[in-house]
């Protein structure tokens, strides 16, 4: 190995990767690495998705060996993904053929939650993962809405099982789908939990990467009772910048810590509102206090999201933003948000990893 060599091969190592906030080297994700003259042939693999995520991805390693004593290399990047399980809460059993469920929750309504689970699973969808959502929203069920689905019912081959309905390239279940929309839900929160059980132990998910569960807002006995029966892998935070919303966020990130599952992170929808007409950008709801509550509860912002009319048009009318727009800048942010949660998920599983030593008796 040539001086030269060797000395790209340390910088490439020493690359921080945003997604999972290691070095590429800490991360163990460089498989192939060979220098013929100007010409650098890299090969990753990393634990989450990466379609799409190459020319973002050479851009940042460019400036990186530019800044490292290495300008002018003609960067050939071949990235490849490997999305393993992950444990769940002690006692709970994976759900066949699910790698991940993630859930996405909200300390309170009206942050965007149910945008921001739809558009996470389409983002990883639209980057090569196999994803399924479920709507467990019983008593306001949007995602029937914001798939392009109302009005479809699923099917089921046995009278037993349900077979998910197809929307933009992942399954997806909901209550909506199986009684009137116009009639309220009356159900005390036992029935709540039964029918949710029901709906993601009976459905016919196959093999899915990634489950996305998107939990009714709050924080009361069905969320907790949900949290502690679903096998959840992972949880994401949404909030607002503003203080009430902060606050509720915080009773989020504590439920999930009573019934010990790892928050992912924290999404900060509706960051910045962008002036459709003069391009003036203003956060209307405060700055900062994203940063604030990770800093606060140990957890990382996975990305800030605008406050937008396209995001809520494009919901309303069946074809999230990552599908309707994939080439805007709110869509992209979308995208870095959904690599960084998958990104947390796959550090998450080296770190819950390596807690404890091992430990081994010999006999005397």
Request: glycine content about 12%; charged content about 15%; proline content about 6%.
């Amino acid at each position: 190995m040539s001086n030269l060599e060797a000395a790209v091969r340390a910088a490439i190592g020493s690359f921080v990767e945003p997604a999972l906030g290691q070095t590429l080297q800490d991360a163990g994700a460089v498989t192939g690495l060979t220098l013929r003259g100007q010409r650098l042939e890299l090969s990753l693999q990393f634990g989450f998705p990466t379609g799409g995520y190459a020319p973002v991805l050479a851009q940042s390693l460019a400036a990186h060996l530019a800044a490292a004593g290495h300008p002018g290399l003609e960067l050939v990047l071949d990235l490849h993904s490997r999305i393993s399980s992950h444990s769940v809460q002690r006692g709970l059993t994976p759900l066949a053929g699910v790698r991940n469920i993630v859930a996405v929750a909200s300390g309170k309504g009206g942050v965007g939650k149910s945008t921001v689970a739809a558009n996470l699973a389409l983002a990883w969808a639209a980057a090569g993962a196999r994803v399924g959502i479920l709507d467990a929203d019983i008593y306001g069920p949007s995602q029937p809405l914001m798939l392009g689905l109302v009005g479809q019912h699923p099917g089921s081959p046995d009278g037993k099982h349900i077979t998910p309905l197809r929307a933009h390239g992942i399954g997806a279940m909901s209550i909506g789908f199986l009684v009137d929309p116009a009639q309220a839900v009356a159900w005390r929160g036992p029935m709540v939990t039964q029918a949710l059980t029901q709906l993601l132990g009976d459905t016919e998910w196959g093999e899915l990467d990634y489950l996305v569960i998107d939990m009714p807002p709050g924080t009361g006995d069905i969320q907790l009772t949900l949290a502690q029966r679903v096998p959840v892998a992972g949880a994401v935070i949404v909030t607002t910048p503003q203080d009430i919303a902060l606050a509720d966020a915080r009773k989020g990130i504590a439920m999930f810590e009573k019934v010990s599952v790892p928050v992912l992170g924290i999404v900060e929808n509706m960051s910045v509102h962008v002036c459709t007409q003069c391009g003036h950008a203003e956060h209307i709801f405060g700055s900062g206090g994203g940063e604030r509550l990770a800093a606060e509860s140990g957890v990382r912002v996975l990305g800030h999201l605008p406050l937008d009319a396209h995001i809520r048009e494009e919901a309303d009318s069946g074809r999230p933003t990552v599908v309707a727009a994939p080439a805007t800048p709110r869509a992209q942010a979308y995208m870095q948000m959904a690599r960084n949660a998958a990104g947390a998920l796959a550090v998450r599983a080296r770190d819950r990893s390596t807690l404890f030593p091992k430990i081994v008796v010999e006999a005397s």
